[in-house]
């Protein structure tokens, strides 16, 4: 609770122990942006009353605070808080410039909205000081009015204006925060997707690996398998030119036994004619013998 009070800091504290201790107004009420200024100006300091379910929660912390001295703060009990009439019906509405009333350009849980009637329900929003003005004169200075920009105008004609400080800004600073939060929420959720996502991604590269090597591991074997094969068909091809000279050297011995039979076989022939020739003549021999033999008988 920067920005507020000692006492309201020290009330809050007490929070998460006391059920009844419901916030402050600025915690209950949710304003658009563009209403901001306009409707913390109509707030005043009311935006920093304690908001409590009944009488008995206010009056015990009002107790604490004196009895430890921390200062004074005013509390809204909703048991005891009643709307009051608002400007609904009232011709103003139909100025020139007029934005709306102020308790209906907040948001509130239903429980509150008496609460919201009783603080903002006689207050006029209008869109600049000198719309502002020209609704206060015809009116005679009888409404209380906020312009967009922190102007405010009293009844009985006082006013009040100048720089608005940012730094007691509750409302855009309880928005900036809740925004804050819904800003560091999707972050979360971002990283909570990316983390998702990175995991994701460190399986399909471990995967990718995995199949690397494997592929690797195939890419090697095959390596060895074509250099196996090849050294296979080398000593293959070295065999069949072995064979090949072996035959060839087969072949030319083989051509030189053919010539010799055939040299054999020619002289074999020369032989078989001159035993034929011997024969002849050992005939004829035996044939004159024999003759001669008969003459000398």
């Known amino acids: 609770y920067d920005g507020y009070g000692n006492s309201i800091r020290k009330v809050m504290e007490r929070k998460t122990d006391n059920d009844g201790i419901l916030g402050v107004v600025a915690d209950i009420i949710k304003v658009q942006k563009q209403y901001e200024v306009a409707i913390e100006t109509a707030l005043g300091g009311t935006i920093q009353n304690i908001v409590t379910d009944n009488e008995q929660t206010a009056k015990g912390l009002i107790a604490y605070l004196k009895e430890n001295k921390f200062g004074r703060?005013?509390?809204?009990?909703?048991?005891?808080?009643?709307?009051?009439?608002?400007?609904?019906?009232?011709?103003c509405l139909n100025e020139k410039g007029v934005v709306g009333i102020a308790s209906r350009l907040v948001r509130v849980s239903f429980e509150y909205e008496n609460l919201v009637n009783y603080l903002l329900g006689r207050i006029l929003v209008v869109d600049n000081i000198d719309n502002a003005l020209a609704i206060a004169r015809k009116y005679k200075y009888s409404l209380r009015i906020v312009t967009?920009?922190?102007?405010?105008?009293?009844p009985g004609g006082s006013m009040t204006g100048g720089a608005f400080r940012n730094s007691s800004n509750l409302l855009g600073r309880r928005r900036e925060i809740e925004e804050l939060k819904a800003s560091a929420a999707q972050i979360s959720?971002?990283?909570?997707?990316?983390?998702?996502e990175l995991a994701d991604t460190r399986k399909k590269l471990a995967s990718i690996r995995e199949d690397?090597?494997?592929?690797?591991?195939?890419?090697?074997e095959q390596q060895i398998a074509y250099n196996t094969a090849q050294m296979n068909y080398k000593q293959a091809s070295?065999?069949?030119?072995?064979?090949?000279?072996?035959?060839?050297?087969?072949?030319?011995?083989?051509?030189?036994?053919?010539?010799?039979?055939?040299?054999?076989r020619g002289g074999?022939?020369?032989?078989?004619?001159?035993?034929?020739?011997?024969?002849?003549?050992?005939?004829?021999?035996?044939?004159?013998?024999?003759?001669?033999?008969?003459?000398?008988?």
């Open 212 to 220: 690397n090597e494997a592929a690797g591991k195939s890419m090697r």
């Open 238 to 264: 070295q065999k069949r030119d072995e064979i090949i000279a072996s035959y060839q050297e087969s072949a030319s011995e083989a051509a030189k036994l053919d010539k010799q039979i055939e040299d054999i």
């Open 268 to 297: 074999l022939s020369d032989v078989t004619s001159s035993l034929a020739s011997l024969d002849d003549k050992n005939t004829l021999a035996q044939e004159k013998a024999a003759e001669l033999n008969s003459r000398l008988e």
């Open 73 to 91: 703060a005013t509390f809204l009990p909703l048991s005891s808080i009643s709307g009051r009439n608002t400007l609904e019906k009232d011709a």
């Open 148 to 154: 967009l920009e922190g102007e405010q105008l009293n």
């Open 189 to 196: 959720d971002s990283l909570d997707k990316l983390k998702g």
